[in-house]
Each structure stands twice: as C-alpha cells, then as structure tokens.
C-alpha cells in the first residue's frame, strides 16, 4: 500500500541510509514507513494505523510513546546530558543496577552496563574468559554457543551464533568458539504447546564436547532460554536444567541470553525465573528502556563479580566498558520503564494474558501453509511450509500483506514471529491472529 508515499514529511532520498539486515534494494523500490506510535500502534507518514504485533523488535513491552519514560529522559537531559562512567559516577546507573539486581532472580546482582544486546554477548563472553583467568584458569578458553542461536552481530556474539548467514561472510570470527546442536526437531515437536516433552536429553550435546575439547578448555556456553531470532524455539521440559547440571559439573560458566525473553516476556521478570534455573550471567538490552534510549545490561552472578574483586591485584579490576555504560538518558529511561512495568503489573498482566493468546494461535491450527505453532507466555512462531525452491518468499509476502491489512508482525525465515508488546488486550491478540489467518488464505 502506498499511501505513505504520497506524504509531504517522506524523505526525498531513500538513497543514503544503508538499512540494517534489509534488502535495500527491495524496500527502497517499495517502501515501508512509520511515521509515530502510541500504545500498541503505530501510524504510517499518511495515517494508516498499524497494530504491533512485535513490540517493535521485541523491545517495547509497555508499549509505545509511553509519556512517564520520555519525561523521564527529557528531566535527565535538562539536568546532565552526560557524565563519564570511567573513575567517575552520576547517581542514575547506581540506581538502576540497583534496582536490576533486586529484579533478576537469585544471587545475580552485579550489573555491567552496555548499549546494545550484541555489547552485551560481547561483554558477558569476556567476562567469562576474565574470570577463569583471574582464579588462574586461564586454560579455559572456548566459548561455547548453539546452533540457531542469535547473540547479536559483533564478533563474538556472531562467533557463538548459530546463524549461517550471519556468519559465512566474516571469515574465521573468533578462535575457539564450537557449538552444541539446537533443540528444534520437528519430527518430536511440532504442534506442541508450550514447551515439548521430547528432547531434554539434547543438552548432553555439551558433554559431547567436553569429551572432545575436555573441560580444562571450556570457560563458558551462551544459549537464549527461548531462541528468538530463528523463530521461537521453546527450551524441551527440563533442558535448561540438565544444561545448569553439565556447566556444574564442569566449572563451566551458564549464560542465558536474555535479550528477548527478559522484562515479562514469559510472565515473569526473566525467564530464569519462569524456568527455575540460574545462569551465571544474564545478557539483557531491548526491554530495560522499553527501546527508548539504546542500552543493555549483563547481569552477573556475585561468584563471578567477586572473584574479580578477590583475584585481581590493586587497580581496574575488568579492562572493559564503553564511554556510554550507564549513559544518564539511558538509566533514566531504564528507571521510569522499570517502574512502569511494576505498577501496571505488566509481567503478572503477560502472564494472564498467555492462555488467550495462546489459544488465539491455536486457532491457526491446520490453517493455510500452517506447518507448526509454538508459544511461550508472549511470543508465537507460526511455522509457514516453504514456497518449493523460493524459500522465505511466502513468510515474506506474508509480512508484506499484513502490514497493508494493519498489522505488523516479523518474519524469520518461513516463520512468522509474534511478541506483541504487554499492554495488549484481547481484542489486539484477535486482530492479529485474525489478520494472518485471513492473509495466509490469499497467498500461493
Ligand atoms: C537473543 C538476542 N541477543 C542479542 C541480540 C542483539 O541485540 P541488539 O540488536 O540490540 O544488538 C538480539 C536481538 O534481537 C537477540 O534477540
């Protein structure tokens, strides 16, 4: 539909800005744009309204243009734009990590501060080879990560990833990375709610390389609870837990990439808690401003934040940070969403809200192209089967014509991947499904 590009306020040249993970040639031939957004809409240049399904990109769980975060961020820029975080402090990072380590479950209470969830990946993997090397380890050098993982774009997160595109085009990446295979199998899973019975034993894939590599090699394994980017792979009863049991046994570091699934995602505040298993360190970014202003946060269990105050020998303890750890703009906008998020109730809200949108996807079973569904508390993957030798093609048309129908929804592979943000009500979660439905029945 192209009613937006009619629109005085358009841009005259689409030319210059190099689009992220985007066909720039394809959008640029038939663009897509919003131009303003408020609780669960957005509004295109010509003032269609768009219902979003995704939370943007997983990230604005209460919601858009909330007026609480962005007063916050304006207060902060009138009082101190910025202040550096090296030898020097401003009260709002202190307060929010604070207020982080009080939320994340169990002992993880130390937090490290960056702007993306890719510098958190980062940052998390080098904190776990920082740590075996101060309680003189230093032999524990592999990192460990998963088939059909995302953990960002920068070079570590890509080398842990699973992802083969994301990877084939950048070289070696780095050295001493291997992966445990991923937990999706069709065959076993497919049409499952929730989580699958089958397929605990897959975590034993990690013993399989501690056999090859031995354990005096490996320092840590990052794994999303629930893979997001490759179309929401929900974790098999009881896998995370024997991966806890194998990192255990070994003294290899647990790292949950918690990106996507943090901030009520799956009806709780992470989804260690939701599954009752505690990682070392937890990598968050997306929700801890409601995407406002950019920033992510590793969260670290006290055993490796103190084994760097113990280890390490008078002076800077970890060689690491960014000139925007703890940005002013950002831990206030971090401050007003967390508290947004505990006086709307909005995590107990997603987790109220599961069984109806559960039930609402459901209602595509044995729909058109409807190879598989899969949910946990807020998220949806609709499996589409693949156009014969134009793989993503029908997904991708399927996004396109859900957006002219209204609704945003995203698209990962030949999956349709659904997070609307928190605030949603039954009447948003109808549209939605309604709209995919309807649009899967006019698509070849
Ligand atoms: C699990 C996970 N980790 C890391 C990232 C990277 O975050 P960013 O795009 O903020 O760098 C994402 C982004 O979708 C993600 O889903």
Known sequence: MMDELNYPDLPNDLESFWMPFTSNKDYKSSPRLLASARDMHYMTPGGRKILDGTAGLWCCNAGH????????IKAQADKMDFAPTFQLGHPAPFELAKRLAD???????????????????????????????VRGKGSKFRLIGRERGYHGVNFGGTSVGGIVKNRQFYGSLIAGVDHIRHTHDHEHQAWTKGEPEWGAHLADDLERLVALHDASTIAAVIVEPVAGSTGVLVPPKGYLKRLREICDRHDILLIFDEVITGFGRLGASFASEH???????????????????????????????????????AGIELFHGYTYSGHPLAAAAGIATLDLYREEGLFERARDLAGYWQDALWSLEGGHHVIDLRNIGIMAGIELEPRPGQPTARAMETFHKCFDDGVLIRVTGDTIALSPPL???????????????????TIA
């Open 65 to 72: 243009g909330r007026t609480r975060i962005a007063e916050a």
């Open 423 to 441: 605030i949603a009500e039954h009447s948003h979660v109808d549209q939605i499904f309604e709209t995919i439905g309807s649009t899967l029945k």
């Open 275 to 313: 599954f009752d298993v505690m990682p070392d360190m937890m990598t968050t970014a997306k929700g801890l401003t409601n995407a406002t202003v950019p920033m992510g946060a590793v969260i670290c269990s006290k055993k490796v934040h103190d084994a760097f105050m113990a280890g390490s020998s």
């Open 103 to 133: 939320l994340a479950p169990g002992d993880l209470d130390h937090v490290f501060f960056t702007n993306s969830g890719s510098e958190s990946a980062d940052t998390a993997l080098k904190i776990a080879l920082a740590y075996h090397n």
